[in-house]
């Protein structure tokens, strides 16, 4: 059996399907209306930033640097949005009194180039924690869980590490976060 349609009566025809459609595909199968919802995302003017002071003392190196990446990032908030900067500024505190499991302190080692041909330099953690820089071990903990891109850097400029217990940033009024607090295990150093 063959079907025609008439030329004239087809683009009726098809706005009419298409009306149908913006109808049926509004309801569930059970006849109820089906809930339409939309994706928030974040716009620069709805982000609001809080201060947050973290006390490192103890506390296991790459446990800390996980709590540290969430809150550069943003995603403890509801209104997380992937590209824009949502995360809060963290002050950390006592970065050199950081806990290191196992034997890291002197078997994990950091690399650096000095961009001459043999030029690659080696040191353990242990000696940057007893050095002039305590604090980078805790910052390049962090910059390695932080995308390496422009938004990763910007996030970045917002986490402040000082080696020792004073820090510039009372003006800001921080919140104290006690990661130490927060799993029993981010205090364990075996």
């Not at 509004?26 to 716009?43: H, L, Q, V």
């Not at 006390?55 to 992937?82: C, F, I, N, Q």
Request: net charge positive; with cysteine.
């Amino acid at each position: 059996m063959f079907f025609h349609v008439d030329r004239e009566k087809f683009p009726a025809i098809i706005r009419a399907l298409a009306a149908l459609w913006t109808v049926v595909r509004d309801f569930r199968r059970d006849g109820k209306k089906r809930k339409i919802m939309n994706t928030y995302s974040a716009k620069p003017g709805d982000i609001e930033r809080k201060w947050y002071v973290v006390d490192a003392d103890g506390v296991v190196l790459g446990r800390l640097a996980v709590e540290l990446s969430k809150l550069l990032r943003g995603k403890h908030k509801p209104m997380y949005t992937p590209h824009m900067d949502c995360g809060d500024n963290i002050v950390v505190i006592n970065a050199e009194k950081v806990a290191l499991t196992g034997r890291k302190r002197q078997q994990k080692t950091y690399y650096r180039h000095t961009g001459y041909p043999g030029g690659i330099k080696s040191v353990t953690a242990g000696k940057v924690l007893d050095g002039k820089h305590p604090e980078r071990v805790v910052i390049k903990a962090v910059e390695r869980m932080i995308s390496r891109n422009p938004l990763g850097r910007a996030q970045m400029r917002k986490l402040h590490v000082y080696a020792g217990t004073n820090h510039p940033h009372g003006a800001q009024k921080p919140e104290i976060m006690d990661v130490g607090a927060m799993n029993p295990k981010n205090r364990r150093s075996a």
